[in-house]
């Protein structure tokens, strides 16, 4: 079993019987996604949600049943990966470029437990570039507004076409190398017009499971 799949399995062991359940994104949470398939396919009732169109289909394929956004109320839990995590819980996420929604469903549910392999645990965050969600209207002066905050910010690019996420925006990632100040950094950001959401994830995830080559799982709250 791959890391990613040992954090994921762990995680999926909160989830009960009846409850309400958010749906991450990415490689990680693909192995949650999975995990949680095999139970419901052995008899879990739960109600979910996803944070992408992949995982969403991913979940319905598996069996698992996906209720509209306006009729599921709050949720319990919500299983996630993530590109970077400290030690007090700030996480870099968006790698996968589902941020907006994985930030709008995260802050809808009582509980986030997000899993990583080892590479993901970091002393000071900025490694991975902080993906930032950007409208396409006049985005050039989104992406120097982004510069002026002091990272090289590029637009991310798939299939040599700029990468659109699920809800039509763009991505710039931000390398900055190390972010000494999250919290101040995501205010700054959070003041630019035209920028949706920022990869910064501050205050937000209960448990990260950490999941170490040595065979160790940690778990930090
Ligand atoms: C998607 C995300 C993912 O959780 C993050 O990119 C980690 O992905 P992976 O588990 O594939 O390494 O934030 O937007």
């Known amino acids: 079993m791959n890391l990613k799949q040992k954090a994921a399995e762990k995680a999926v062991e909160a989830i009960q019987d009846g409850m309400k359940v958010g749906l991450g994104t990415g ?17 879990l009732h739960i109600q979910a949600v996803a944070t992408s169109q992949a995982s969403e289909d991913l979940a319905r394929e598996l069996g698992i049943p996906i209720i509209p956004f306006d009729q599921i109320g709050r949720l319990d839990v919500t299983i996630d990966g993530a590109d970077e995590v400290n030690e007090q819980l700030v996480l870099v996420k968006g790698g996968g470029g589902a941020l907006l ?3 709008i469903v995260e802050s809808n549910s009582d509980r986030l437990i997000i899993i990583v392999d080892e590479s993901k645990d970091v002393k ?12 396409p209207f006049a985005s050039e002066w989104t992406l120097e507004a982004l510069r002026q905050t002091g990272c090289q910010a590029e637009w991310r690019i ?8 699920d809800n039509g ?13 999250p919290q101040e950094l995501e ?35």
Do not use: H
């Open 27 to 43: 490689s990680t949470a693909y192995w949650a996604i999975q995990k949680i398939g095999e139970r419901v396919a052995q008899g």
């Open 101 to 103: 929604r994985e930030k």
């Open 124 to 135: 000071v965050l900025g490694t991975f570039p902080l993906p930032v969600e950007v409208v």
């Open 158 to 165: 798939q299939d040599g076409e700029r990468y659109l996420t």
């Open 169 to 181: 925006n763009y991505i710039a990632d931000c390398r900055y190398g190390t972010i000494e100040n």
């Open 187 to 221: 205010i700054r950001l959070n003041q630019i017009p035209g920028v949706v959401e920022n990869g910064l994830f501050i205050n937000m995830a209960d448990q990260v499971i950490i999941a170490r080559a040595n065979g160790q799982i940690d778990i930090r709250n």
